[in-house]
């Protein structure tokens, strides 16, 4: 698999995982996969394994690529076995591997995860979504932000993570960039918020000001697949509502 970098995950752990985990310097947290959520995670991991293996298929003299990958899954079916890829077993009990970090340094963890999609209901038994969206920018390498307006008191409660993140080192490098796109929708987007965006290093802001043709009012949140996060070294995508 490709390599392991320090961040958060929600991966199903298999024998090359811990193998990668045991040779680098880093701690790893694994977290037990209870069995209501069992079957779905090992059926996307088995579902993930088929897309592999399918275009792992080429084309013979004889047939097409197509028709050999449907050849494939028809004697896949009929056998139910396929012979397993070394390194590749899934260890038991099940774990999913959380985070990758220096020593002794947990970082603090979302609740819902990276694997699941999650409706945030702001109800007894949800996750707070600031919770989540703090915990998963500690880890992040990009944030992309597409909000209809922006606020001061929006700002204020994620500004210290987002100057943390954004804070650059001597040689002037920082953990992550940031991309902001609002609009002035509705007259609600405050210009001091604006300016402490900006005033962010890698922070690029850019506002839409034609509020009355385009009438943006984006409410989404969108995070990428597991699969892509170790690499892409960390890679978040998040676009919500401030």
Known sequence: MDELYQGVYDLLATDDLHQQVDESLLEATFEKISEANLPERLATALAERLVQ???????????????????????LLASLQQPPIPGNTIISPPQALRAVHPRRLKPE??????????????????????????????????????????????????????????????????????????????????????????????????????????????????RPVPTKIHKQKGYFSCWFTV
């Open 53 to 75: 293996s399918l275009n792992g298929i080429r084309a013979t003299k004889t047939s097409k690529k197509a028709e050999e990958q449907l050849a494939w899954v028809n004697q």
């Open 109 to 222: 963890l979302p609740a819902i995860g990276l694997a699941q999609p999650w409706l945030f209901t702001a109800g007894k038994d949800s996750p707070a979504l600031l919770h989540e969206l703090q915990a998963e920018l500690n880890s992040c390498n990009h944030v992309d932000i597409l909000v209809s307006f922006i606020t001061v008191s929006g700002v204020r409660k994620l500004l210290d993570r987002l100057k943390a993140i954004t804070a650059t080192d001597g040689q002037g490098r920082s953990q992550a960039t940031v991309r902001v796109l609002t609009t002035t929708y509705t007259g609600a987007t405050d210009q001091k918020a604006l300016n402490q965006l900006a005033g962010l290093p890698n922070c690029e802001v850019r506002v839409s000001l034609g509020g009355r043709r385009t009438r943006l009012h984006a409410k989404a949140w969108l």
